[in-house]
């Protein structure tokens, strides 16, 4: 393969000062690694000081791991949401690992080691929503500052001993938290049964949430007290942005983003014969 890139540069950070609908079809690819750390394909919808959103890609059976310029700790919490292919990653500080499916979704805070590996066929696409956001400080720049590992750890022989003595102690070491639909617990809009939320984060850093919308049913007019980003997971959804006595009105596909500035009045739907989903991100 040939190497893209030899030093650390930072990402874009696309920004918007009123309601966008940000199409995956028209996106830029932001090459991400060099040969040793591997490389990565990143789709960035939007990445400010309150919101970083992006997807990232991984041909099948490849993977990133770290180097001396691209290393994999950073100072925030970060949200993984797995779109296609299989995701496996790694704490090669711990060895810690897990193997994560489409739908499934992986949480974890700063200060923590992780390699991604593409246990797949197919290509892999992860959603991600990372905060406090790159542009405080707290990727690449954060990451120079964090002792370098130079012995990676993939074996759980260690954590299987710790078991043995103390079924707790592998528990207070756990990385990355797993997250599967099974485990969700719902809330129910009484206004609007159609409509079905789940909360994947919620920390003082990060609030992610999942909505699910039936079809022919629609959400009510919100008002945002703060800044919003998302992307539709499955099927399409209608953004109405009320403002000034009109009403725009944006189709969202699969993979599309929006952003949405604070106070925006808003509300979603769904017009088609399927059950639809997204993932909203609020800043904190």
Not at 106 to 124: A, C, R, V
Request: aromatic residues 14%.
């Amino acid at each position: 393969m040939t190497e893209i890139m030899m030093t650390y540069k930072p990402s874009p950070k696309p920004d918007f000062d009123k309601p966008t609908h940000i199409e995956y079809s028209y996106m830029k690819i932001h090459k991400w690694g060099d040969k040793e750390a591997g490389y990565v394909d990143d789709w960035i919808y939007i990445s400010n000081k309150k919101l970083h959103q992006i997807i990232f890609g991984l041909e099948p059976r490849c993977c990133f791991k770290h180097s001396k310029e691209f290393r994999t700790i950073f100072g925030a919490d970060e949200l993984l949401y797995v779109l296609s292919g299989i995701f496996v990653i790694s704490n090669p500080e711990t060895g810690e690992t897990h193997k994560v499916f489409p739908g499934d979704s992986i949480f974890f805070q700063k200060d923590t080691w992780h390699h991604g590996f593409n246990f797949s066929d197919e290509y892999l696409q992860v959603l991600e929503f990372f905060s406090p956001p790159p542009l405080l400080g707290t990727s690449g720049v954060y990451s120079k500052t964090k002792p370098y590992i130079e012995n990676i750890q993939y074996s759980i022989e260690s954590r299987l001993n710790d078991c043995l003595l103390n079924t707790n102690v592998t528990n207070k070491k756990k990385s990355f938290t797993i997250i599967k639909e099974k485990d969700y617990i719902w809330s129910l809009d009484e206004n609007n049964p159609g409509i079905f939320t789940t909360i994947l984060a919620n920390t003082e850093n990060l609030f992610v949430k999942k909505i699910t919308i039936l079809p022919n049913k629609s959400s009510h007019i919100i008002k945002l007290k703060v800044e919003k980003s998302l992307l539709i997971i499955l099927g399409e959804v209608l953004v109405e942005i009320y403002s000034d006595n009109k009403i725009e009105k944006f189709k969202l596909f699969e993979k599309d983003g929006f952003y949405l500035p604070k106070n925006t009045e808003h509300k979603f739907l769904n017009l088609s014969k399927k059950k639809s989903s997204l993932i909203v991100c609020e800043a904190k």
